[in-house]
Every structure is written in structure tokens, then in C-alpha cells.
């Protein structure tokens, strides 16, 4: 009887524990990237509240987080989002657009690649902000600069992110491709982009950063609104708070995009694999 009774409920309780621990182990990654920023919250919190950093240095998180609803409440904050969420998306989509179409061409001709690439490896060494000098002289400060700067902190990653994607195709698919007499289109887009899609992904997840950082960079330099000016601003007339703000806003916003991307990539590799 005992031998039974073990036979009918061991399976139970063993699967019934690697359940339980699997959901352990689910919420400790999940909640694992969350400490340091949690850690960082409180020692703000408590450092403001027992006064280990001065308030000048340092504006304690309820002063910072009233900034931010006086912004959100005056309208200054949609203000400055909508410019800066407009230069990004301009910048960004276009470096993106034309990364891909410049690495699938440098991709699928080698010789295209030897009279290009070098001269392209050499001019991505200049950081963005090297050639803000120039392109102020040539396009003045104006929106045509930022989208400029912008789509040339984008373009470089999905350029390179593309031509690997491109080499990359196994072979065994291209053998494939030629087996069904595939013309150089349907490889193409039925073979090689299908299968770049991943790096591609990584790449475009890459470039929203540079892209990201270079825009809250070029507003610090030049321009009279976007949430990179709110920060320079706020340094001008020492309100740490309202820098803090833009600062927790940009932080923000780009930590969604990124995830959102995420998610995109996972998306299409899926659709891929079905």
C-alpha cells in the first residue's frame, strides 16, 4: 500500500516543486535588475533626508518629482517631449532606413564593399560631435542639423549590423535558394534579409541609443527647446531639480524604446521561425 501511495503522488509533489522553484527563479530574475536602481533610490532618499549630501548638490527626490508634475501640469514637458520625440524619430528613422539599404548593397557586392567600406570605416571614426562644427557652418543650428547628427549616430550600427547579417546566411540556405532556381531578388528578400533579421535587430536596438544620446547631446549645444535644453537650462539658473527631471525623463523614455524594440525583434525572429 505504502509503495503504491509513493508511485501515485512522488510524480505530483516533484512536479509540483520544480514549479514552485521555477517561479522562484523567474521572479528573481525579474526582479534582479531592479536592485541597484532600488538601492540608489533609497540612499538618494535617505542621504536627502538626513542631510549627508548637501540640497544644493544634490535635491532631495520629493523636490525633483514636484518639478517634474509642475512641468507636466504647466505644459512645458509635452513641449519640449513632442520637439525632441520628433527629432528623434526623423534622425532615427531615416539613419535606419538608409543603414539597411547601404549595408544590404555593401553585402551582396564585394566589390561595391572594397571601394566603400574603407572610406566608410575611416569617416564613422569621427565622433558625431566632430562634426558639429562643420554641419554648423553648412546647415546652420537650425532642425536640419539635428536630424543630421542624429541620423549619423544611427546609420553606423545598422550599416555594419546589415552587411554581418548579410554574410552571414548559412550556406546550407543558399544552397537551397539555387536548388529551386531563386532569382537574385527572391534570395534576397526570401533568404538573406529573413535571415540578417536578427543582427539586423541588434544593430537597430544600438543605433536608437547613439542616436538617443546624440540627440540630448545636440540639444545641450544647439537648440532652444527639447528635453536636452530643459537639462542646460535648468544648469544655467542652478535648479538641480528641474535638471534631475529632464535627466529621469530622458533615462525613461529611452529604457521604453528599447524595450519596445526588444520585443519587436522577438517578434519578427518568431514570425521568422513559423
Excluded at 534570395?187 to 540627440?215: C, D, E, H, S
Amino acid at each position: 500500500m505504502a509503495k503504491a501511495l509513493t508511485r501515485v503522488f512522488l510524480p505530483a509533489d516533484r512536479g509540483r516543486e520544480a514549479s514552485s522553484k521555477d517561479t522562484l527563479r523567474t521572479i528573481g530574475w525579474t526582479a534582479l535588475p531592479w536592485i541597484v536602481p532600488v538601492l540608489c533610490a533609497l540612499l538618494w532618499t535617505l542621504g536627502s533626508r538626513y542631510g549627508w549630501i548637501s540640497a544644493q548638490v544634490l535635491p532631495s527626490p520629493a523636490l525633483v518629482f514636484d518639478t517634474l508634475g509642475a512641468l507636466v501640469k504647466s505644459g512645458d514637458l509635452w513641449m519640449h517631449l513632442s520637439a525632441s520625440m520628433t527629432r528623434a524619430a526623423v534622425g532615427f528613422g531615416g539613419g535606419v532606413l538608409l543603414g539597411i539599404a547601404l549595408g544590404g548593397l555593401l553585402g551582396l557586392s564585394r566589390t561595391l564593399e572594397a571601394y566603400v567600406l574603407p572610406s566608410f570605416n575611416a569617416i564613422v571614426q569621427v565622433p558625431v560631435l566632430g562634426w558639429l562644427p562643420f554641419l554648423m557652418i553648412v546647415v546652420g543650428i537650425g532642425e536640419p542639423l539635428k536630424y543630421l547628427l542624429i541620423g549619423h549616430a544611427a546609420l553606423v550600427p545598422v550599416t555594419l549590423s546589415t552587411l554581418q547579417g548579410f554574410r552571414g546566411t548559412p550556406r546550407a540556405l543558399q544552397e537551397v535558394a539555387s536548388v529551386y532556381r531563386y532569382s537574385r531578388w527572391q534570395v534576397v528578400t526570401r533568404v538573406t534579409l529573413p535571415a540578417a533579421i536578427p543582427v539586423i535587430g541588434t544593430g537597430v536596438r544600438l543605433a536608437f541609443t547613439k542616436a538617443w544620446l546624440t540627440l540630448v547631446v545636440v540639444e545641450l549645444v544647439a537648440s532652444s527647446e527639447g528635453l536636452g535644453y530643459l537639462i542646460v537650462y535648468g544648469r544655467q539658473l542652478f535648479q538641480l531639480d528641474l535638471v534631475l527631471a529632464a535627466v529621469l525623463i530622458v533615462g525613461a523614455i529611452g529604457y521604453a524604446a528599447d524595450r519596445l524594440l526588444n520585443a519587436f525583434e522577438r517578434k519578427l525572429q518568431r514570425g521568422r521561425n513559423n
